[in-house]
Antibody
Framework: QVQLVESGGGVVQPGKSLRLSCAAS????????MHWVRQTPGKGLEWLAVIRNEGRHKYYADSVKGRFTISRDDSHNALFLQMDTLRPEDTAVYFC????????????WGQGTLVTVSS | EIVLTQSPATLSLSPGDRATLSCRAS??????LAWFQQRPGQAPRLLIF???NRAPGIPARFSGSGSGTDFTLTISSLEPEDSAVYFC??????????FGPGTKVELK
């Protein structure tokens, strides 16, 4: 069965960086686009970024464009989110999600990892 | 950016009742709308995609309808495990993909 497991969350100071990982199993990872989505009590679910299965085409939300970078390593079935210049408003639970076929249908989600940006 | 609004914010019903949840888009999304269920402490779970298609393994009591700007998720007969927050999401015009704020379904 499809499994997505996020890791790398924690407490980080404003202005610092953090790299999230998502380990995928149960499907042919290289065939599918992958997303990052975050959730806060105040703003709800916020889509952040998507990477196509070939890895070349990436799209971002304006709120993170230029600060966050999505990438993937198909040889290790892994998805990443490099988060730079973190702000307190980036505090959230971060989910990775599989796309059903680069169509924006997020058919499987991980359990999430909590990122807290605080001094 | 397409904004999704959901109503009501909270729905308090009894097991066996019918639940009707609404999602409205700020502009037409055709039928490119999905519904998710999120139980406390869990990840969102895809219920419906493209307005009316149930995802694999989703019980038949969940159904979706609508097109353009107005959509409905119906739970025909509530079970205790349906207590959750339900979100809609559009994939018509992206980036960004956008989500609604959610409707909380509480069972009495």
């Amino acid at each position: 069965q499809v499994q997505l497991v996020e890791s790398g969350g924690g407490v980080v100071q404003p202005g610092k960086s953090l790299r999230l990982s998502c380990a995928a199993s149960g499907f042919t990872f290289s065939d599918y686009g992958m997303h990052w989505v975050r959730q806060t009590p105040g703003k709800g679910l916020e889509w952040l970024a998507v990477i196509r299965n070939e890895g070349r085409h990436k799209y971002y939300a304006d709120s993170v464009k230029g600060r966050f970078t999505i990438s993937r390593d198909d040889s290790h079935n892994a998805l990443f989110l490099q988060m730079d210049t973190l702000r307190p408003e980036d505090t959230a639970v971060y989910f990775c999600a599989k796309d059903a076929g680069m169509k924006g249908i997020l058919d499987y989600w991980g359990q999430g990892t909590l990122v807290t940006v605080s001094s | 950016e397409i904004v999704l609004t959901q109503s009501p914010a909270t729905l308090s019903l009894s097991p066996g009742d019918r639940a009707t949840l609404s999602c409205r888009a700020s502009q037409s999304v055709s039928t490119y709308l999905a519904w998710f269920q999120q139980r406390p402490g869990q990840a969102p779970r895809l219920l419906i995609f493209d307005a009316s298609n149930r995802a694999p393994g989703i019980p038949a009591r969940f159904s979706g309808s609508g097109s353009g700007t107005d959509f409905t998720l119906t739970i025909s007969s509530l079970e205790p495990e349906d207590s959750a927050v339900y979100f809609c999401q559009q994939r018509s015009n992206w980036p960004p993909f956008t989500f609604g704020p959610g409707t909380k379904v509480e069972l009495k």
